[in-house]
């Protein structure tokens, strides 16, 4: 089936009732992908276009823009010149944001923290990094990426959607809408946010946004708590029985309204409510981390049992996946230190860097990162200079869309590498650049999906997740 | 699923013969497949080198020999015609489309191109492209049925395509239809009694004009143009603080209730502010064009969202009136209609002519340009009166004969004295005595400011970073004077250093409000800042400054609000300045001063001061020379005449103390009245240019663009101003091909669920073709004729037979026309977000309606139209009802079907409290629960409930009520909501919706659960 759908073609798409009736993929499956009545959307789901690496996808975004220096990308150099100037050579007139771009000087800043080679491979990772570390063969650090936005907004929408302007599909939407769901019980794409970061920048729902696709590929918002998903509580006093009482009775009124009116629409709404029904057990069961054994608690580390931790979050991720769910973003905050990077990265390592790791410990016990792309990172890198001033023990970096690090593993990923090299001081690109675009072609791979394929025609144009841009990055897939 | 129209139009010709000589459409067959598989590369964007030279979007082009030596078309023949073999081709080097453009043709497509090339290949212009002519109304042999010359057409095309219309829909049926179209709200069960028992032929009549007279009807329509204006109630970015917009929201739902006409309701918001004489609601429309989102994120480039801002205005504009997406050519010329980059720029240039700022202030007051928004004609009146006082009171001033020249000078002595001869552990001693001392500001240490000769004693170099700030020092308003003077020597050509200012910190001038005195290209600037670069007034000097030479810099400010107040010294002469702005409308923000750096900012690196001192007066040039050592006996006798005059008459400076009276009059009822965003023409807004790329900072200066519009699409008469109105006047001529089909088409799809363009986004190349053309253009012409009267127009539309037929389909037509483009039945609409929860409310008897005034939360219980939107946190419930985010212009909803639509219905606070509401309602109607759920039902879904619906929900509740709700604890107190202390109390802060329990009594608790029921039901969620 060609990936989009020419007006021609309309004569010969099976209406809906038919569809119901013959799919293979049942009722369940047509419900939970929803059914649109718009000429525009491309009902049925693609599939993919080649055999597919990883299956789903779970994308650990560290927003704020984690400093590269202090963490993947070690720079001695930087050290070595703690305080001189940015060579102007190095910054090659490139724009500042307004934050530092008027300092009288930009004094080079030396990573505080110390680095060492871990595993077979001896990829160098931080010290505060050292349980991502351990699995140094199992990841493939990319130090070349780079991006077009130096804010925040702009930049983490870009990362998130493939463009700084809003309103277009995020990844997981993409994914949901091209792939499709793998259960019948759960939303195809969930979002988790760590209630334990430092909320430094805000966090918008258009980073997990439907934009022009249809609604029900929008991510579904998990919280901690008695209700993970917004209005899953029955009101008290309303049983599960008196639910499922209500639902019979829907059940009768949309069967004499779909009888009387010859809509198959109504037929479909009931499929939803059903689903709701069914989501409201299904939910709190993969919400309930108690059943983890001790073992798989301690792995993730103590804040595991803070509920909405980073740490429980990783966990609650795998959980989910585990049931079928296709995409699932967590969302940390807090790396934005324009000042006090030492204590605040340090903050930031320790929440995140051991429940990280056990998460792919975890899949991979598990036999699921073969088939699970984990992915970690955030929307840009910081600059190789400080800030504000540098003294013994403190210091601060812009922002610094021109390098920074990602890191990648399962799903297909060829781990036990560093990809891509930035030059000495960690400021531009000398080997294998990787555009965000680039990343979201190879992740999109990954799943099959050809990204140039994968497109949606909205206001007269075919649009998909990597814009007009985007190569696969071949030399990280296994 | 629906059919596109195009393939039902394929069906029709299908009907008829699909020999190989069938006469081929080229706007209807031809174009889109041009459009949508070739013109991407040989189309009219010339920027990306047309691939081979070639250019299929123009007959000039496809038929032009190739510098391959081929021909792409040849008409007539089709063997010679490079195209038809490239589309025919099996190899994959040579097949058009090319294989990496994933989109080949099918057989069906090839056999048009190639009959298109047999038959002459002719073009067509687009249709939508063409001005719209009206159409002969189709007769019919049933002259029975027709109410109106809609249903002659309607019923024609569905003839042709072997299909029959509809019976009428019941009485009831249509009233909730017609309510629901109309005003978005369903008929109150009051109203619904009224019309069955209305036997008038007239009745329907009566009660369609009757919900076109009430207020609900200005409130429904408003939803769809908010979508179009991404209005909200936010500013979207980063931080997203509330944004001052409902007058705008009010102004056009007025608009809508008063039956503006359209090309008006246009004109005044496109250009309200350029027409003769503007009124405050006319100026108040204009927000339209401000809606879009802004930042104060720090650090970001003030250009950047400039352009970015532009840009939304022409996207939006584009959409909104032209069904066209302009946007498109921002970065290169349109791939398939034709609007140039340049066309694009133009554009640009009539929507970036404000003199405005890319950024919004951290502190997230109203950017400039702005309007006072006052309540009342009176207050109006005020203003004006009170400006008259202060022309008065500057022209009696001038009046003021200048007296004899002074014979004594003397300097008043400074509030401040800083000798800068040696620094203290936290900053620099004044020298006068009680003043406060100078501290370093908080980023800085006495390490980083050097101790360096200077002109007296030492003084201090800076180091770009580090200065002072002077804490007490605050309250340098519009109204009052002030002196600074200091030795100052620059150290470099400072491009920027800021060597004086009371403004906080900077980003991008976005926030810089206050005094400020800095070096910009070696040249002095000194300004009073409420919000740069509208609300201030700034000079800079002629000449740039020397480097490595002391020199003593005097700056004053008479607290006149004018730029002729700011004056510029140098060595105690006064020094030749230029006005960059004159426009200071408000009062800076209050700040302490700081010397020798800013946060954010370049400081005055490189450079030293010494003897800096300060007034809260203005110096006269006279005390300016004096204090420089200059004898005061070989002034000028002007300059000693003027300061006579400052310092010595007392007839004078009783006139200025009366202007100065008059001109705080003046500002204090000003600023009594709210600030509120608005078009304002300035000739100091930026020149547009084309920006290689759409990117911000490569503006090429070889290509500037003068205000205009994609004159391909329909002429430009010069003699139309080349601004905003002239725009407004270009898109509404009568002859113009877009804009009343865009809004007819709008109008249709809100009576009829869908345009007769599918895509009533886009009318260009790649948007769909409409279901019934001819209907379209003379609908489009008749709107036109009759002034632009949208009431009058939807009332023909839900007056016609075609809007009153049963939605219900028979088998055939089921089959035939399963997505009923073709209207052979009436229409179905899944109701919004916004009538979903208008409809709970009313059937609850909850809703309270007050038209217009501030946005208010859900708790307030207010039609939907008026709940807050917050950009990044739009209300949950609405988006799974597909309503947008509002950050960009929203030309459509989606309508889909998911778990999370049922879950709102059932359990959403506000869904859940309605069924509570209800259930109280109909339970003292009547002892019986069968009344009591038949009643339920007719409140929600206006018709009566059908025997195995009623049978249904009775043995749900009789169910119900025989397992009534288990509370634990057993006596049930209703959840309040706990306040978060630490939340803070904004209306961008949504109170916690509590979801309330069921009530304790087991009959109530079952009829509550059956108004959820019936809530969730498609008889609810449906207008049929």
Known sequence: MPPDKPSYDGLLRPTRRHFLGTSALGLGAMAMRGIIGDAHAAPLPKGTHFPAKAKRVIYLFQAGGPSHLETFDPKPLLREKNTQPLPDSVRQGQRLTGMSGYQATLPLAGSFADFKKYGQSGVEYSDLLSHTGELADDICVIRSMHTEAINHDPAITFFCSGNQVAGRPSMGAWASYGLGSMNENLPAFIVLVSQDATKDQPLYSRLWGAGFLPSEHQGVQFKAGKEPVLYLTNPEGVSPHARRGMLDALGKLNADQSAAELDPEVDARLAQAEMAYRMQTSVPEVADLSKESPATLAMYGESVKTPGSFAANCLQARRLIEKGVRFVQLFHQGWDQHGGLPNGIKRQCKQTDQASAALIKDLKQRGLLEDTLVIWGGEFGRTAYSQGKITKDNYGRDHHPRCFSVWMAGGGVKGGQAYGQTDEFGYNIIKDPVHVHDLHATMQHLLGVDHERQTFKFQGRYYRLTDVAGNVVKAVIA | ?1024
């Open chain 2, 1 to 1024: 699923m629906r059919i596109p129209a195009s393939a039902l139009l394929l069906l029709l010709a299908a009907n008829a013969a699909s020999a190989a000589d069938t006469p081929v459409d080229f706007n209807r067959e031809v174009r889109p497949i041009l459009s949508d598989r070739c013109f991407g590369c040989h189309g009219p964007d010339a920027n990306k080198g047309r691939k081979a030279g070639l250019r299929l979007d123009e007959i000039e082009g496809a038929t032009k020999k190739l510098k391959s030596g081929e021909t792409a078309v040849i008409a007539g023949d089709t063997d010679k015609s490079a195209l038809v073999h490239r589309i025919r081709s099996n190899d994959p080097e040579e097949v058009m489309p090319p294989p990496d453009l994933h989109r080949p043709l099918t057989a069906a497509q090839k056999d048009i191109l190639a009959r298109w090339i047999k038959q002459g290949a002719k073009y067509d212009r687009h249709w939508a492209f063409v001005s719209p002519q009206s159409h002969p109304t189709p007769t019919l042999q049933d002259t029975s049925w027709p109410k109106d010359p809609i249903d002659h057409f309607i019923l024609n095309k569905a003839n042709q395509a072997g299909l029959n219309i509809t019976a009428p829909a019941d009485r009831t049926t249509l009233l909730r239809r017609a309510s629901f179209a109309l005003t978005g709200l369903p008929p109150t069960l009051a109203e619904v009694d009224a019309f069955l028992a209305d036997p008038s032929p007239d009745a329907y009549e009566k009660r369609v004009d009757g919900l076109l007279a009430s207020p609900r009807f200005g409130e429904h329509l408003a939803v769809g143009w908010m979508d179009l204006s991404r209005y909200a109630d936010t500013w979207g970015y980063t931080g997203d603080k509330p944004m001052f917009a409902w007058p705008w929201r009010d102004w056009v739902l007025n608009a809508f209730n008063h039956n503006m006409p359209f090309d008006q309701f246009l004109t005044e918001q496109l250009a309200g502010d350029l027409l003769p004489n503007p009124t405050q609601d006319q100026r108040v429309a204009t927000a339209y064009n401000r809606l879009h989102r802004m930042t104060f994120e720090g650090g970001s480039i003030a250009e950047e969202f400039r352009q970015d801002g532009i840009n939304d205005r022409v996207m939006t504009a584009g959409y909104g009136f032209m069904g066209l997406t302009l946007e498109c050519s921002r970065c290169h010329d349109h791939k398939y209609d034709p609007i140039s980059q340049r066309d694009y720029y133009s554009m640009a240039a009539m929507f970036g002519d404000q003199n405005e700022n890319g950024l919004l202030s951290f502190h997230g007051e109203v950017p400039p340009p702005f309007i006072r928004l006052f309540k009342t004609d009176e207050d109006r009146k005020k203003e004006g009166d009170l400006r008259t006082a202060v022309l008065a009171a500057e022209k009696a001033l001038s009046q003021i004969p200048l007296p004899a020249a002074a014979t004594e000078v003397a300097v008043p002595v400074p509030v401040a004295h800083f000798t800068l001869d040696a620094l203290t552990k936290t900053g620099a001693d004044n020298s006068i005595a009680g003043g406060q001392p100078a501290k370093f500001e908080r980023r800085s240490s006495p390490e980083d400011l050097k101790l360096v000769p200077g002109i007296k004693g030492q003084a201090v170099k800076f180091d770009g970073d580090a200065g002072f700030i002077l804490p007490e020092f605050k309250q340098l308003g519009r109204f009052d004077p002030f002196t600074f003077s200091a030795f100052v020597r620059l150290g470099e050509k400072n491009v920027r250093a800021t060597i004086l200012h009371a403004t906080g910190f900077y980003t991008g001038d976005g926030d810089a409000t206050g005094v400020e005195l800095i070096v910009d290209h070696g040249k002095l600037r000194w300004s009073l800042i409420h919000l740069w670069p509208n609300s201030a007034v700034s000079v800079l000097t002629d000449t740039e400054m020397p480097t490595d030479t002391w020199q003593r810099i005097t700056v004053t400010y008479d607290g006149s609000s004018h730029a002729s107040g700011l004056r510029i010294y140098v060595d105690g002469r006064e020094t030749k300045t230029t006005v960059l702005r004159d426009t200071l409308n408000a009062k800076p923000r209050d700040n302490a001063l700081e010397i020798g750096s800013r946060s954010r900012d370049a400081g005055f690196r490189n450079g030293s001061l010494d003897e800096v001192q300060l007034w809260r007066k203005a110096l006269t040039a006279a005390e300016v020379a004096v204090l420089h050592g200059i004898d005061g006996r070989t002034l000028p006798s002007s300059t000693l005449a003027e300061h006579a005059r400052l310092r010595m008459d007392p007839g004078y400076a009783q006139a200025w103390e009366r202007l100065q009276l008059a001109q705080r009059a003046l500002a204090t009822h000003q600023e009594s009245a709210p600030a509120f965003f608005a078009m304002e023409h300035s000739e100091l807004a930026p020149k547009s240019y084309v920006l290689t790329r759409g990117e911000y900072d490569k503006p090429d200066l070889a290509k500037p663009c003068e205000p205009g519009v994609p004159a391909r699409i329909f002429p430009w008469n010069p003699s139309l101003p080349a601004n905003r109105l002239g725009l407004a006047r270009w898109l509404t001529d009568p002859r113009h091909p877009l804009t009343s089909r865009v809004m007819i088409n709008r109008l249709w799809a809100q009576v009829f669920g869908a345009g007769l363009v599918a895509t009533s986004e886009n009318l260009g190349m790649q948007g769909d073709l409409p279901s019934h053309p001819e209907l379209l253009d003379t609908l489009a012409v008749d709107f036109i004729k009759s002034d632009w009267n949208t009431k009058a127009m939807l009332r023909r539309m839900v007056l016609s037979a075609t809007f009153r037929q049963s939605s219900t389909p028979t088998t055939d037509a089921r089959e035939k026309d399963p997505a009923n483009r073709l209207l052979a039945r009436g229409p179905v609409l899944r109701l919004t977000a916004e009538m979903m929860r208008d409809q709970a409310l009313l059937a609850a008897g909850m809703l309270v309606e007050k038209v217009g005034g501030e946005s208010v939360q859900e708790s307030a219980k207010r039609r939907t139209l008026y709940t807050y939107r917050k950009r990044t946190a739009p209300p949950d419930n609405m988006l799974i009802f597909d309503a947008g985010s509002r950050e960009v212009c929203q030309p459509k909803r989606l309508n889909t079907n998911t778990p999370l639509q049922a879950l709102v219905l059932l359990n959403n606070p506000g869904f859940v409290e309605a069924a509570k509401n209800l259930a109280t309602r109909v339970s003292k109607s009547s002892p019986e629960p069968a009344a009591q759920i038949t009643l339920a039902f007719r409140h929600i879904c206006t018709r009566e409930p059908r025997a195995a619906e009623l049978a249904a929900l009775t043995e749900l509740y009789a169910f119900q009520k025989a397992n009534p709700p288990q509370f634990s604890p057993p006596t049930p107190a209703e959840p309040s909501p706990k306040p978060d202390p630490k939340a803070k109390k904004t209306a961008a802060q949504p109170p916690v919706l509590v979801l309330p329990r069921m009530p304790a009594d087991p009959s109530l608790a079952a009829l509550t659960l059956v108004c959820s029921t019936i809530l969730a039901s498609d008889a609810a969620v449906t207008s049929r």
